[in-house]
Nanobody, 127 residues
Framework: QVQLVESGGGLVQPGGSLRLSCVGS????????MGWFRQAPGKAREFVSS????????YYGDSVKGRFTISRAYSKNTLDLQMNSLTPEDTAVYSC????????????????????WGKGTLVTVSS
C-alpha cells in the first residue's frame, strides 16, 4: 500500500520560513517524478513545484519562484520543500504527489495525472 505523508506545516509569521517534508512508504521515490501542490480555502489546486527523477530538473510556480526550493533525498525516500519569505498568500494545505510522467508535464497539468497523493499539511502565514 502506497502512502505519502507530509509534515512540517504550522503557523508562521510573514517573512518567516518553514520546511515541509514528505515521506513515502510502499513506493520508491526514485522511480517517480515528485511534486508539491497547494490548495487555499475556496481556491483551486495550485502547482508549487516539481522535480524529476534524477533531481536535476525542477519547476516552480510563478508565485513561489525564488522563495521556495524543492529537493529530494533518495536514501531516505523523502521529498522536501524549503519555503522562505512566506506571505499570507502562501496559506494553504500543501500536498506532495508522485507521478509517472515528466516534471514539466505536471507543471503544465497542475498535477493532473499524478499517481499518488498525500493528505496534506496545513501552512498558515499570519501575524
Amino acid at each position: 500500500q502506497v502512502q505519502l505523508v507530509e509534515s512540517g506545516g504550522g503557523l508562521v509569521q510573514p517573512g518567516g520560513s518553514l520546511r515541509l517534508s514528505c515521506v513515502g512508504s510502499g513506493v520508491t521515490f526514485s522511480n517517480y517524478v515528485m511534486g508539491w501542490f497547494r490548495q487555499a480555502p475556496g481556491k483551486a489546486r495550485e502547482f508549487v513545484s516539481s522535480i524529476n527523477r534524477n533531481g536535476d530538473f525542477t519547476y516552480y510556480g510563478d508565485s513561489v519562484k525564488g522563495r521556495f526550493t524543492i529537493s529530494r533525498a533518495y536514501s531516505k525516500n523523502t521529498l522536501d520543500l524549503q519555503m522562505n519569505s512566506l506571505t499570507p498568500e502562501d496559506t494553504a494545505v500543501y500536498s506532495c504527489a508522485a507521478g509517472s510522467r515528466t516534471a514539466r508535464y505536471y507543471y503544465t497539468s497542475n498535477g493532473d495525472g499524478m499517481d499518488y497523493w498525500g493528505k496534506g499539511t496545513l501552512v498558515t502565514v499570519s501575524s
